[in-house]
């Protein structure tokens, strides 16, 4: 999937072994990886807003997963791999004396993560983008040459959990294998 990073779970085994396999088991393993699926996205949900400050339903929006058919017996766990702005994050702008005696915007304070602020001297709130604007520094001396700052994304935060997200997922799948087989008598 490009654009995205992702996490699969799949039930390993011979995949002909499979397709002459009863559809009972077969849907047996398909609600097996739907659940771990669903549980292990909410786990990837609380493992990003533990990292970074953003608000739960962005993250929500941002890391979905693909559930499993009977026919392809696999989930995937994705989050878009675009950037978030600075201003997505809590934040504050900060103000100093000028020359005249009225105060001149000095820079904006982030609250990117848990112990994690980040104080951008010479950066402002723009009021440009969506309500509240979008925090901007000039890149030259001349008024419009703007970059929007970002941050990081729920995507690379995902990237360094793979790992462990993955191994949790996998030991979730066998004991919910396990349990959707008994409950259907296999």
Known sequence: MAGYDSVRVEFRGDATR???????????????????????????????????????????REVNFIP????????????RSRGVTLSQFPHRQLW???????????????DVGKGWT????????????????????RIGKPRLPLEVLHGPSPSQVLNTKLEDIGADAERKLEAETERQLRRIDL
């Open 18 to 60: 499979f397709d002459a396999a009863p559809d009972k088991l077969r849907r047996a393993i398909q609600l097996a990886l739907n659940t771990v699926g669903r549980s292990t996205r909410t786990q990837s949900w609380r493992e990003i807003r533990d990292e970074i400050n953003l608000k739960p339903s962005y993250i929500q």
């Open 68 to 79: 499993a058919t009977p026919e392809d017996l696999r989930v995937i766990i994705y989050a």
């Open 96 to 110: 100093r004396q000028g020359k005249n005696g009225k105060r001149v915007a000095a820079g904006v304070r982030v």
């Open 118 to 137: 980040e104080l951008n001297e010479g950066a402002f709130i723009a009021p440009i983008g969506p309500k509240g604007g979008l925090i901007a520094e």
